[in-house]
């Protein structure tokens, strides 16, 4: 919906589609043809692809997931990109300066917090990754302890089993981002995290989008905390996506006038 509107808008030739993929090694191979230029990776092959890309971004190297692949045109060989770190870093800093009332710091309103992250795949390591780099003291919460013990000593943070996660609560204004699948259609009445253990989070992200407002996102607005949508961290990751694939600059405030209306 979003793609092929921008594509209509600008007079760009092409289509995106969206592909149910089993085994993604297989399709990559089947789908060399030049009517590819490329591909967004989603749950669960974004770790999985990264070792079937001829060549990895180094960003998306350090995170360990790929979710957008380009084919080059003079070879066909396929580089793996990760614009999911970008996505959503930025509309969590976003919502940190509204929350702060644009007033902050030089640098990233993230320096100095305790960021906890849910989940230890290919978001999770995006989260993980992107928010080290803006200064954050990071915490994995896995529901396998020994993935989140992993992924934390890659970053240079901290492990906690997800069922330890309503006990932990060592300062307030904490910033929590769920990097699972929890809450997502079907099943929208799970939540990571329970009601009263959110109190001591200043900030909530959400990276399911469907729905929109998730249970997380509900109960972390009535306990206070500001809210970061799933939605504006698919826009935003959009953005570098569509460029990547059409070479043009993504028309930013198009998406946010089809998103509004989804």
Known sequence: MLYNQ??????FDGVYLHLLVDDVANFLRISSSIDFMGFSVGIPHKETVLTCCDEVDPVAKSIGAVNCIIRRSTDGKFTG???????????IEDGLRVKHHGNSTTGSPLAGKLFVVIGAGGAGKALAYGAKEK???????????ELAKELADKIGGDALALADLDDYHPEN??????????????????????????????????AVYTPKMTRLLKEAEESGATIVT????FIAQAFEQFERFTGLPAP???????????
């Open 230 to 233: 799933g939605m504006e961290m």
């Open 6 to 11: 921008a594509f209509k808008s600008g007079g």
């Open 252 to 262: 930013k405030e198009l998406f946010r006038k089809i998103m509004e209306n989804y």
């Open 135 to 145: 200064g954050a003291r990071v915490v994995i919460a896995n529901q396998v302890y």
């Open 173 to 206: 204004g904490m910033i929590l981002a769920n990097a699972t699948p929890i809450g997502m259609q079907p099943k929208v009445d799970a939540t990571p995290i329970s009601e009263h253990a959110l109190r001591a989070y200043s900030l909530v992200f959400d």
């Open 81 to 91: 990109f990760n614009t999911d770190y970008v996505g959503a870093i930025s509309a």
